[in-house]
């Protein structure tokens, strides 16, 4: 049931969702917070506080693994593009992510004689540890690609560091060179442009047979590649290029590994954010002191020493009774008397409820399901619209009497508010007869 954003702000149901999201351990598990809705069957309602009650049990005896998730959303678009591939970082968050899955299904497996109802949420989840494995053992904690990534690079690299010490070895033994000494401005290699050069006095230029590369800030001193190193250098620079050109070969290896999985890890991390959003509404419902409640499709509610579920400190319970003996409930009593309190604490838990969340009242508590939920409080004034509140008032009540049916909660704060007292009394009573008709 999408229940009407009027309805879900009037009974603070995005503070509820705020409650989940602090309680979610990826941003997978966000997301399905932030498309949470009521369900529309008996069925639907017992199963997902089944589900609730069973993480509630876990949570008691154990808390979930530390992991780390990441949205990886663009990431797997990217994947399916042809000659794309993605970087060591990313690679990394993948594994991780993928680890992660594979840990919480691990946690809640090791509980399935607990969990009937979880256990076929987590084993949707599949294992990719050979596809981590390979990941953690080709990327180092910098985020670059390591000699193991594959045979090619581990030889290019090796040639690499042979090539890098002989041109060094070759280069300080010119530094060494008493026929340079004069020339020589800091006796050191270095690199520039990718190639080893030695730094020689502006003035010394055409003492050292070679090409200048770079001059330094000060313009004292040439960064200079001498002759005799020229065609090594040249070999290192192709090197380099092999290396670069094998890097992203194995790159592309494993972006189209992960590619020909996409389906399989689609639907992985949406069942890891499914026992998320779970494992959020299971920490609510311990924080809460939440039971499940008996759920019905007869119209019949009983709430028990029910708590509005974001109030703080000493909060007074409500026991509330509709649908039995009679369809219409009216509350009475004076100002500050927690009229709207209730009325808010009856909407917001029927909400709770029939989205899979535990409810804060007594065992023996008993909801609805309501094919949607209205609400109209007597002091709200519509601003967008530049409406009195009596106007507004009005606009709801119509729209209440338009659309409610027989199986609809309609929740209305100071019926007849905001008018002259015999024009309220006798506009309440008229819109009291239209919903027991409708009831």
């Known amino acids: 049931m999408n229940v009407l954003s009027h309805t879900a702000a009037t009974l603070e149901w995005p503070r509820i969702k705020e409650r989940l999201n602090q309680s979610t351990f990826s941003p997978l598990g966000i997301k399905e917070v932030d498309s949470l809705e009521c369900y529309n069957t008996v069925q639907e309602v017992e199963n997902s506080l089944l589900e609730t009650l069973e993480m509630t049990n876990i949570l008691k005896e154990a808390s979930f693994p530390a992991i780390e998730i990441h949205d990886l959303s663009s990431e797997l678009e990217r994947c399916k593009a042809e000659n794309s591939y993605l970087f060591t970082d990313e690679l990394i968050k993948m594994a991780l992510s993928l680890k992660g899955c594979r840990e919480v299904k691990q946690h809640v497996l090791y509980y399935k004689d607990q969990v009937p109802h979880l256990l076929p949420i987590a084993q949707e989840i599949e294992s990719f540890k050979s596809l981590e494995d390979r990941v953690f053992k080709a990327v180092d904690s910098n985020g670059k690609l390591t000699d193991h990534a594959s045979k090619e690079l581990s030889a290019i690299r090796k040639d690499t560091r042979r090539k890098k010490s002989s041109i060094e070895k070759r280069l300080h033994h010119i530094l060494r060179d008493r026929n340079h000494a004069d ?9 520039r442009e990718n190639r080893f050069v030695i730094p020689i006095k502006k003035d010394h230029k055409g003492r050292l047979k070679g090409i200048v590369l770079d001059t330094s800030n000060s313009g004292e001193t040439l960064f200079i590649e001498p002759e005799s190193v020229v065609e090594d250098n040249n070999t290192l620079i192709a090197l380099f290029r092999e290396e670069k050109e094998e890097e992203i070969r194995i790159l592309k290896r494993f972006t189209k590994e992960i590619h020909d999985k996409l389906t399989t890890i689609y639907h992985s991390f949406k069942h890891l954010g499914i026992l998320d959003l779970i494992h959020a ?10 039971i499940v409640p008996d759920i019905s499709d007869t119209g019949i ?22 649908g039995e003996d009679y369809d219409i409930l009216i509350i009475t009593g004076p100002n500050t008397g927690g009229k709207t309190v209730a009325l808010k604490t009856f909407g917001l838990i029927t909400m709770m409820a029939m989205a899979g969340l535990l409810i804060p009242a007594q065992e023996g508590s008993t909801i609805s399901i309501a094919d949607n ?31 409610a049916t027989q199986k609809s909660l309609v929740l209305i704060d100071e019926l007849g508010a905001g008018t002259d007292p015999d024009e309220g009394t006798n506009l309440g009573l008229a819109v009291l007869d239209q919903l027991r008709e409708i009831a």
């Open 183 to 191: 020339s020589i401005q800091d006796f050191i290699v270095t690199l």
């Open 281 to 290: 509404k299971g920490k609510l419902g311990i924080e809460m002191e939440g």
């Open 301 to 322: 509610f009983k709430l028990l020493n029910a708590s509005h579920p974001l109030l703080k400190g000493k909060v007074v319970p409500i026991n509330l009774y509709l």
């Open 373 to 403: 939920i209205f609400i109209d409080s007597g002091d709200e004034q519509s601003i967008q619209q530049n409406l009195s509140t009596f106007s507004g008032h009005i606009k709801r009540i119509i729209e209440i009497l338009q659309y």
